[in-house]
């Protein structure tokens, strides 16, 4: 059992940058694959970003080259940096885990089986 808790969301303007986090519990977080989704009201549960152990980062295109994911093994972390934040990226922000090393299917949220409570970003014109 893995326990996911967000944390760093806010409102900014955009341009701005936020960090996200995600602090899991357990002691073979190293193993999970990670990954950040968002759901903006009305829409579906979207891919942003991933990161198979610490090898192999993945991200959507639409926040390739402003978004970077990394991750802390020692504390059991993940981190998203979101810089240039765009009206669009308003959304909640949710962490998840995968069990194995993810290189393929790391967009889709069946993938993941441990999820986070979520984070709100909201980014202001």
């Known amino acids: 059992q893995v326990q996911l808790v967000e944390s760093g969301g806010g409102l900014v303007q955009a341009g701005d940058s936020l960090r996200l986090s995600c602090a899991a519990s357990g002691r073979t977080f190293r193993s999970y694959t990670m990954g950040w989704f968002r759901q903006a009201p009305g829409k579906e549960r979207e891919f942003v970003a991933a990161m198979a152990w610490s090898v192999n980062t993945y991200y959507a295109d639409s926040v390739k080259g402003r978004f970077t994911i990394s991750r802390d093994n020692a504390k059991n972390t993940v981190y998203q940096q979101m810089n240039s934040l765009k009206p669009e990226d308003t959304a909640e922000y949710y962490c998840?885990?995968?069990?194995?090393?993810?290189?393929?299917?790391?967009?889709?949220?069946?993938?993941?089986?441990?999820w986070g409570q979520g984070t709100q970003v909201t980014v202001s014109s």
């Open positions: 998840a885990a995968a069990l194995g090393f993810l290189n393929s299917d790391y967009d889709r949220s069946t993938s993941y089986l441990y």
